[in-house]
Every structure is written in C-alpha cells, then in structure tokens.
C-alpha cells in the first residue's frame, strides 16, 4: 500500500508540474505523459489529460514540440482505436503553430493517430480535420495539411467517393495557393500522395499538377517538385514515365537556380533506375554529362558523388567515351571539394571498366589525385584502393603512394595523420612486406617501415596509441618472425627514451604485440623489456607496466604467470606509489584467474558450498549464502592434469544423486588453496 501511495503522489507531482511556471519542470512533466496517462487510466486520460493539453496555452516552443513529441506515445493509453480521435483536437493546435519543427512533430504524430483509427474514425474525425486546416486563414495550417492526405486518403474506405474527390480538389487547391510555402508543402508530398491515389488519377490530376509545379516562379517550390520525379517515374508505366517526366528532368537539368539543378543531380540516378539502363543511357546521360561541367561547384560535387554508380548503370562502353572524358577534368577541378567528391568514388569505376580500361584510362587519374595537395583527396583514393586491386593489384600504384602516404603521415592536422595510420595494415595486407621496406629515389631507408615507428613518438596521444594499434595489426598480418626483426627491436630501445609519456607509448605497443607474436617471442624479448620498465623511476611508467602483465597473462601459460609475472607484481604490490600497488594487485587477481586452478563463471546468485571465493572470468565474485549454481571449472580428474567442467554445486557439499565426483582445488583468498568434491553434471 505504501508503494502505491507514493506511486500516486509522484504523479498527481507530475501534473502539478504541467501548469509550473518553471519551464523545465514543465518540460519533465510533459515527457512522462506516458506514466501520467498510465497513472490515471484510459477514461480519465481521455476526459481530464487531453481536454488540458488542448486547452494549454503554453507559449514555449520547446514545450509545444515536446507535447507534439509524446502524443503519438499517447495512442495505447486511450482506450483502443475508437477513442484515438481524442488525440486530434490537441495536434491540431499544434499543426498551426509558427515554429517549424513544432508543426513537422505535430505532422508526424496526427499520421501515426490516423494509421491506428478505425474507418470510422478516419470519417468522422480525421480527414474533417484534415479539411479545416487546409482551408485554414492562416498558411502554417495549410502547410501542415499537405502532410496528412497521404494518410486520410489511404484510409478512406473506396466506397466514400465523395470524400475521396473532396480530399483530392482540396490538394489540387493547395497545389495552386498564393502563398509559396504551401506551394512548396504541396510539392513536397505530392509522391507520397501519389503512391496512395488510383493510377488513372495519378496519370491525369497528378501528372497535371505537377506540370504546373515544374513551372512554379518560386526556384524553392521547382526545387522540391524535383524529387518528385523519381517517385512519379516508379508509379507510371515506363513509356510514360519517358514521355511524360524525363522532358521535364531534362528541363530541370538546365535550370536557372543552381539549388534546382543540385537537387537533380542527386536524384538523377534514382530516375535512371526506375525507366531502365537503356532508357538512362539514350535519354538521361547527356543530361548527367551536362551536370558533371556545371558551373557551380556544388551540383558538379552532387554529380560527382554519383559518378560509380552511373558507370555501373550505363555500362563501360558508355562511361568510357560520354563519362571518363568529364572525370578527367573534374580531376583538376579549381574546388578542392569537387575533387575530393570524385575521390571518394572513382575507385569503383574499376570493376564496371575492367583491367585494360582501368589502367588506360583510370590509372592517370589515380596518379593525379594521389598527387593532389588537398590531404582530403589522397585520403579518399587511399581507402578505396582496395576496390582497384581487385581488377589490376596495386602494384601500379606502388610507386606513387609512398610519397602521398609520407607527406600524409607528417600533415599538420593530427586527424590526417590519424587517418592514414587506420589504412596502413590494410595496404600492407594488399602489398606484402616489400611495400613497407620500399626507398623512395634518393632515400637511404625504408620510408614506411620508418614512419610506422615514427608515429609512436608523435606529440599527440591519439597519433601514438594508433600506431601501437597499427604495429599489432601489422604483426597479425605478417607474423611474429617478422615483427621480432624488423618491430620489437626498435620498440625496445624507444623504451629508453627520455620523455615518461613516448615510454608509456612502448609499455603499450609491447603489450599489444605480445598477444601477437605468441609465447616464445614474447619470453625472449617483450618479457626482460616490461621487466627492466617495473623499475622506471616514473610512477605513471610503472602502473602501465602493472597493468600490462595482467594483459599479458591472458597470453602466456600458467607455469610464465607462476614463474615470471607473479613474482614481479608481488613486487611491484610493494611499491611505494599508490596507484602502481592499485594496478599491480588488479594484475595479480587476473593472474590468478588465468593460472589458478579455478576458473569460472557464476550464473545467478549461486556459490560453492560453504561460502568458498569463486574467482570469475571477468571479477570476483564472492557469497556467503550456500546454494546451487553451474560453473566452468578448471579441475584435475583423478590426478591427470586440468581439464574444464561444468559442475553443479550442491547445496550441502557433495552426495546425494551425483553422476560422478570431481576433486578440484578453489582458491580461497590470496593463498590458500582448499580441496572439494562437487557434483558434475
């Protein structure tokens, strides 16, 4: 009873809240109008919570899209689909606020109200709501009105014809108002409204009000009726679609508003799909052509950005003589942005042209943008060139990277040089150890092998844990041999260097590689490199060293925990620094779960019988409380080494029904060690 009273006086709090002068008090309120409604039942939500909503005069835009927000939560809390059209009188206030984002939210949740009505419902409630806005004084109404025909008409029983051409003369209607932002509302869900409507309807009305939006003097109104295209193009047959929409996509291509020819330049190709490639090729290239040369920068970057996709569409014979000639010169394009656009897709022209096509025509361009001075460009044409060496290898492109990956790897901007090091392991993987160790002309070294060390003392952190990162992914790729020559040398001996943080760098680099190299490289040499580290004079050095032999123990046999890590974090537990004693018996507990006789998993709230510490996986778990419970057990069966287990722990101790019996040691504290019979399963 007292949880129920407490439950209640938290919301009648709620609803006080809603009327509190203090806006954000208001604000935490109307977000929990789910438990509010909850709280009251769907009779009271309906006769008390909604009436209140409708008639609030809150005058925050923040609290009005917050309600508009969490109305369309409100549906399951009203009492079924026949009472859903309580909803509406409170969204139409909203629909016909000043505040977009507020008449968009209150949009969004009146479609989701009239999706889950009854057709009664819809009659009734919904599309004479529908009504009112659009024939509203004021244009927001209107303009939230062209979002919901799509809804009332497709929920419209068939057989209401005359609603039907009622909703439709009144979207012809807003399709022609003299206010432009509810022309531009109309042209924006034409589509959606389209797609509900009959297919003759579409072919004649539809098609009709969309030759007449085309023509509109606002460039804002022709923009949206640009996307348009594509969703008119996929509901009429494509000899229609030819006749009727690619003139006027033609038209739009040659605009006067470069926003108009923007927006087909990133539809055109959606267009392109929906008549066909035979079609696109005729009809529509000499179109796309046309765009990639515009004047202004961003449609020939929205073309450019489509450039792979068309190739793939129209086929290589035409790419290579109507779209290459085009990507050559925007690959000097005066816009570094136009250029790095291309970049970032040029690489899948390859597949679609093939090997002798991609090395006439594309491999100059590669070479050309790997050169560009713009770090965005090369980056883009070096994380695609994996794409390229599925048709000619990157052999070809060998020579020419390393310079651009030098100049990368010594940008400036940290984030280039972040960038280019995530790269490096997948290029190596592509062009083998000889890619690392080549000389570029007049170089005594190997540049990349170099660069790779290089970026462990970079003076940004995030540069310095990439490359540690980098070094391990490169040893996956080429082995522990190959790392133990050409990497942990030179990782050893940055260990002395003077600066405590590139040190903190090394301990880091040689944890990650000692899981990599495997155990006997890792004996030899990370192992006496982390020792002679637990003796730095620095502390921040020595808890990194603490920390990484608990990482290490994970990659080693129990015999190197017992013999070689625990010893030294004994040690180190002795440390005069606090947070290297905090760090080394954090190591020592892994320790003991990688080494100890007892490794398991606690499921629920189950212990070994009489109270025994059970070491985790992950951390210790410890009850006093004596139950049941299934665990993962390293164990000696019948003195023959460990082997791994589940039992099943029995209340009382062993006995009573066991399959057979298992005797296992469990650690217990820090040392000692206890013999038990459990139960196997």
Known sequence: MGDEADDLFNVAMLIDELKNENVQLRLNSIRRLTTIASALGAERTRSELIPFLTDSNDDEDECLLAIAEEMGNLIPKVGGPEHVHCLLAPLENLATVEETVVREKAVDAA??????????????????????LANGDWFTARVSACGMFAVAYQKCAASKTELRRGLQQTFSKLCCDETPMVRRA???HLGTFAAVCETEYVKTEIMALFQQLTTDEQDSVRLLAVEDCAALGRLLPKEECVFEVVPIVKKFAADKSWRVRYQVARQLYELCESIGKDLARTELLPSYEQLLMDNEAEVRIASASKVSSFCTLVGAEAAATKIIPRVKELASDASQHVRAALASVIMGLAPTLGKVQTIDQLLPIFLV????????????????LDQVNQVIGVDLLSQELLPAIKDLAEDIHWRVRLAIIEYIPLLASQMGTAFLFQKTSGAKEEQLNNLCLQWLSDRVYSIREAAAVNLQK????????????????????????????YRMTMVKALTLLAGAVGQEVCMRDVMPALKTA?????????FSVAKAFGEVA?????????????PILFEMEQDADADVRFYATQSLQIAKTSSGWLDATMHARASCA?????????????????????????????????????LDIPQEGPGGGAVGILSFKASVGVDVLRTMQCNAM
């Not at 009239?114 to 419902?121: I, L, R, V």
């Not at 943008?369 to 695609?384: C, G, H, T, Y």
């Not at 049941?628 to 287990?645: A, K, L, M, N, P």
Request: proline content about 5%; charged content about 25%; glycine content about 10%.
């Open 369 to 384: 943008l790997l050169k560009d001075e713009f770090p965005e460009v090369r980056l883009n044409i070096i994380s695609k």
């Open 111 to 132: 479609c989701k109200v009239g999706k889950s009505m009854n057709e009664e419902g819809i009659h009734e409630h919904y599309i004479p709501m529908v009504q009112r």
């Open 534 to 542: 637990s003796r730095d004079k620095v502390p921040n050095v020595r």
């Open 554 to 566: 994970s990659a080693v046999d129990a015999s190197v925990v017992e013999g070689e890590i625990k």
């Open 610 to 646: 009489g109270g025994v510490r059970v070491t985790g996986a992950r951390e210790p778990a410890w009850s006093a409380r004596r139950g049941r419970g299934v665990y993962s057990v390293r164990c000696e069966r019948d003195g023959v080494g460990g082997g791994t287990s589940l």
């Open 186 to 188: 109309a042209a924006q």
């Open 474 to 501: 490169l040893t996956e790729v080429f082995g522990s041999e190959w790392a133990r020559t050409h990497i942990l040398p030179h990782v050893i001996d940055l260990l002395g260097n003077p600066h405590y943080l």
